[in-house]
Every structure is written in structure tokens, then in C-alpha cells.
């Protein structure tokens, strides 16, 4: 039988940093945002029908991306809680 071995170490960073890529992308995407509405309150027309159109999409992708990553990161720390789980359950049944 082959020997596999998980790093957990690993895993739980592997975790994280989507935790923390998924702040820093609505943190970043807050601030450009935040930096275009002076300009943006200047639009007229089909500039400000643009600009409208462009929040929309972009608090879709906003939102798309949050869910897209928070599902990802419950599942994969999920994944790994039943790798543990399972390796002790295994432990248990060797040592009796």
C-alpha cells in the first residue's frame, strides 16, 4: 500500500491565503471604486449610464468572486478537518 501523507501545515495555509486573497481583491476593488466616484459624479449622459452599468457589474463580480472563494475555502478546510478526522480514527484502530 502506498504512504501518503497529507501536510496539514500546508492545507491550513493553503486556507487562509484564500481567506486573505479574497479581503484584499474587495479591499482593492473598494478603493479603486472609491477613488472613480469623484470623477464618476462628473457623468453625463451615456458616460453616467456607462458608469452605472460598470457598478452593476462590478458588485456582481464583487459578490460572484466572495461566494465563488468563501464556498472554496469551507470546503477545502472541510476536506481537511475529515483527512484529520479519518487519520485519527485510523491512529485509534492500530493502537488499540
Do not use: Y
Amino acid at each position: 500500500m502506498a504512504d501518503i501523507q497529507l501536510n496539514h501545515q500546508s492545507v491550513q495555509q493553503a486556507v487562509d491565503d484564500m481567506v486573505q486573497a479574497t479581503q484584499q481583491m474587495r479591499t482593492n476593488l473598494d478603493a479603486l471604486l472609491q477613488e472613480l466616484r469623484p470623477v464618476a459624479s462628473t457623468f453625463t449622459g451615456a458616460a453616467a449610464d456607462s458608469w452605472q452599468q460598470f457598478q452593476v457589474a462590478a458588485n456582481h463580480a464583487d459578490n460572484t468572486m466572495n461566494n465563488d472563494f468563501g464556498q472554496g475555502h469551507v470546503i477545502l478546510s472541510d476536506m481537511h478537518q475529515a483527512h484529520i478526522s479519518a487519520d485519527l480514527r485510523g491512529a485509534s484502530i492500530f493502537q488499540g
